[in-house]
């Protein structure tokens, strides 16, 4: 019998679901005291053998000598990091679509498209068959590891809410399909799991996110759910649209079976308070994850709240360089075994898509080794440095989080770069373009002071910077009104969906300029 077996009988009672999720609690024991077991290391070692094993006839194979590659340090000898741009160029762009071949054996069926940090590229990623089954392993091992801890949270008794992107995507000439990666994993739901997820493949192909949001609001409402997934900002919108179907006043008077909610892409702390005000039922957990289109990388295990823990046995090999090695030539290369405890490292992955020594632009901070646990902590191309003061996402995340809070107010969405002196000896500052839900602090002032308290106290170069206004000013908060970002993002051809986020910060300034002028020439009081 395999692992999913058990949910063959899916005519939807209520007593095979009941059925189906008490067989799916053996399976998720089974699977974290294996996790718990497995020597990481190894693992990491024998999945990097069997993905250069398997691609040592392709192009880039030859070219890299995989038929030679025994060790790790045998591929990281012949097999240098690179970015999207150097694979588009010189692997990808000639024979795009059709990829066989090329840095993978079999035909490419997906092609993820995933936008640039802030210039809203867009990046063709390549997602094999290896890929789909790696992210559906990695999606059991999250729920396996969620009912670990909660068996009591029975989350098959109902559906499974994924609120992605479409599963409209678009034909390539060879026949294979580019979209987002939420509508690539909403497409690829197995038969047997079907009945257990929503919304339906008919509602998922809906494009236009303003009539799927109301089509999902009508007929989700009806629906037993019990878990959802999806970026908290448009969860929140979600939350918004079926109060108004439905006219109640908490989540959980509309779906009271609802246990788990799913969220990732963005820091999780702003929304916590309005999360639980707005379902207004305790049971109701929260699961971090870290999914990229390059691959699965960690999940949260409840055991270890706040931090995510990486899976290292779905076919991707991972390897962190020091951030301030990034630009080198030779920069040190650490695997899950020898990575230090409190260093800032930047994400490489060698995956089953064809992906060799990939930097796939996230950089994170390793809290333990045994099992391997993270904090994610920004981008590699998002950092604020324009004066000197190195502050990386996590920091203004948290403070922003910090000043909402103090203020009583949510902040959902936020966007900050610089503004360079316009004057001799006058110094810049930050501009924080701030989205909330409800009413704006009514002191923004007030709002701006404890965010810079909350900066001067976790960055030293930060503070160094701000002693006596010398190099830099207290920040500038303007407020975006609301659905002010997504409206921006609509304008300037961006996309706009469940799964779509904001672009937070722009060392540049150029951007956050764009953001400022476009807001105030459509007077909305920023």
Same mark, same amino acid.
């Given at each position: 019998?395999?692992?999913?077996?058990?949910? =063959?009988? *899916?005519?939807?009672?209520? %007593?095979? $679901?009941? +059925?189906?999720? /008490?067989?799916?609690?053996? !399976?998720? &024991?089974?699977?974290?005291?294996?996790?718990?077991?497995?020597?990481? =290391?190894? *693992?990491?070692?024998?999945? %990097?053998? $069997?993905? +250069?094993?398997? /691609?040592?006839?392709?192009? !880039?194979? &030859?070219?890299?000598?995989?038929?030679?590659?025994?060790?790790?340090?045998?591929?990281?000898?012949?097999?240098?990091?690179?970015?999207?741009?150097?694979?588009?160029?010189?692997?990808?762009?000639?024979?795009?679509?059709?990829?066989?071949?090329?840095?993978?054996?079999?035909?490419?069926?997906?092609?993820?498209?995933?936008?640039?940090?802030?210039?809203?590229?867009?990046?063709?990623?390549?997602?094999?068959?290896?890929?789909?089954?790696?992210?559906?392993?990695?999606?059991?091992?999250?729920?396996?590891?969620?009912?670990?801890?909660?068996?009591?949270?029975?989350?098959?008794?109902?559906?499974?809410?994924?609120?992605?992107?479409?599963?409209?995507?678009?034909?390539?000439?060879?026949?294979?399909?580019?979209?987002?990666?939420?509508?690539?994993?909403?497409?690829?739901?197995?038969?047997?799991?079907?009945?257990?997820?929503?919304?339906?493949?008919?509602?998922?192909?809906?494009?236009?996110?303003?009539?799927?949001?109301?089509?999902?609001?009508?007929?989700?409402?009806?629906?037993?759910?019990?878990?959802?997934?999806?970026?908290?900002?448009?969860?929140?919108?979600?939350?918004?649209?079926?109060?108004?179907?439905?006219?109640?006043?908490?989540?959980?008077?509309?779906?009271?079976?609802?246990?788990?909610?799913?969220?990732?892409?963005?820091?999780?702390?702003?929304?916590?308070?309005?999360?639980?005000?707005?379902?207004?039922?305790?049971?109701?957990?929260?699961?971090?994850?870290?999914?990229?289109?390059?691959?699965?990388?960690?999940?949260?295990?409840?055991?270890?709240?706040?931090?995510?823990?990486?899976?290292?046995?779905?076919?991707?090999?991972?390897?962190?360089?020091?951030?301030?090695?990034?630009?080198?030539?030779?920069?040190?290369?650490?695997?899950?075994?020898?990575?230090?405890?409190?260093?800032?490292?930047?994400?490489?992955?060698?995956?089953?898509?064809?992906?060799?020594?990939?930097?796939?632009?996230?950089?994170?901070?390793?809290?333990?080794?045994?099992?391997?646990?993270?904090?994610?902590?920004?981008?590699?191309?998002?950092?604020?440095?324009?004066?000197?003061?190195?502050?990386?996402?996590?920091?203004?995340?948290?403070?922003?989080?910090?000043?909402?809070?103090?203020?009583?107010?949510?902040?959902?969405?936020?966007?900050?770069?610089?503004?360079?002196?316009?004057?001799?000896?006058?110094?810049?500052?930050?501009?924080?373009?701030?989205?909330?839900?409800?009413?704006?602090?009514?002191?923004?002032?007030?709002?701006?002071?404890?965010?810079?308290?909350?900066?001067?106290?976790?960055?030293?170069?930060?503070?160094?910077?701000?002693?006596?206004?010398?190099?830099?000013?207290?920040?500038?908060?303007?407020?975006?009104?609301?659905?002010?970002?997504?409206?921006?993002?609509?304008?300037?051809?961006?996309?706009?969906?469940?799964?779509?986020?904001?672009?937070?910060?722009?060392?540049?300034?150029?951007?956050?300029?764009?953001?400022?002028?476009?807001?105030?020439?459509?007077?909305?009081?920023?």
């Amino acid at each position: 019998m395999t692992s999913t077996a058990w949910l =063959a009988p *899916v005519a939807g009672s209520a %007593l095979v $679901r009941r +059925v189906a999720d /008490a067989g799916f609690l053996p !399976f998720a &024991r089974s699977r974290v005291r294996h996790l718990d077991r497995m020597n990481v =290391a190894a *693992v990491q070692t024998a999945t %990097l053998q $069997r993905l +250069v094993r398997m /691609a040592r006839d392709t192009q !880039f194979g &030859r070219e890299h000598d995989f038929a030679s590659v025994r060790t790790i340090a045998d591929y990281q000898a012949r097999v240098p990091v690179r970015e999207y741009e150097e694979f588009w160029q010189k692997y990808w762009k000639d024979a795009y679509p059709r990829l066989a071949g090329v840095t993978w054996p079999s035909a490419i069926p997906y092609y993820a498209l995933s936008s640039g940090t802030t210039s809203g590229a867009t990046k063709y990623i390549p997602v094999s068959s290896e890929m789909v089954a790696s992210n559906r392993k990695a999606a059991l091992t999250t729920l396996s590891l969620f009912r670990n801890v909660y068996s009591e949270a029975r989350t098959l008794t109902g559906k499974f809410f994924f609120l992605g992107g479409s599963t409209d995507l678009r034909q390539q000439p060879d026949g294979s399909l580019a979209g987002d990666l939420s509508g690539i994993a909403a497409k690829e739901v197995s038969g047997l799991m079907r009945p257990y997820t929503y919304p339906s493949l008919e509602v998922g192909l809906i494009s236009n996110w303003e009539t799927k949001l109301a089509r999902l609001a009508e007929e989700s409402v009806r629906e037993p759910i019990t878990a959802i997934s999806g970026v908290p900002s448009w969860v929140l919108k979600m939350f918004d649209a079926v109060k108004q179907q439905t006219g109640k006043k908490t989540i959980a008077d509309i779906w009271p079976m609802l246990r788990l909610i799913v969220h990732g892409g963005t820091k999780f702390d702003p929304y916590r308070d309005v999360f639980k005000s707005e379902i207004g039922n305790d049971a109701v957990k929260y699961c971090e994850v870290y999914p990229c289109s390059e691959g699965f990388v960690a999940t949260e295990d409840p055991r270890h709240p706040g931090l995510l823990r990486m899976v290292p046995d779905h076919d991707i090999f991972f390897e962190f360089i020091p951030r301030n090695e990034l630009g080198s030539l030779r920069p040190t290369r650490h695997t899950l075994a020898n990575v230090e405890l409190g260093l800032e490292y930047a994400v490489v992955v060698t995956s089953c898509a064809g992906l060799w020594g990939y930097l796939i632009g996230d950089t994170v901070r390793f809290e333990s080794r045994t099992p391997p646990l993270i904090r994610f902590t920004g981008r590699t191309k998002y950092f604020l440095s324009a004066f000197g003061e190195h502050l990386i996402q996590e920091e203004i995340d948290g403070a922003v989080a910090k000043a909402a809070h103090d203020c009583g107010v949510t902040a959902v969405d936020h966007h900050v770069g610089p503004i360079f002196r316009t004057a001799p000896g006058m110094p810049g500052r930050h501009l924080y373009l701030v989205e909330f839900r409800g009413p704006p602090p009514a002191d923004l002032d007030a709002f701006a002071r404890v965010l810079d308290g909350e900066l001067i106290r976790m960055n030293e170069d930060y503070a160094a910077h701000r002693a006596g206004d010398l190099t830099m000013l207290k920040p500038e908060i303007r407020v975006v009104p609301p659905e002010g970002f997504s409206e921006w993002m609509k304008a300037h051809g961006r996309r706009v969906g469940g799964q779509i986020k904001v672009p937070r910060m722009d060392n540049s300034g150029a951007l956050t300029t764009e953001l400022a002028t476009w807001f105030a020439g459509r007077g909305s009081g920023v």
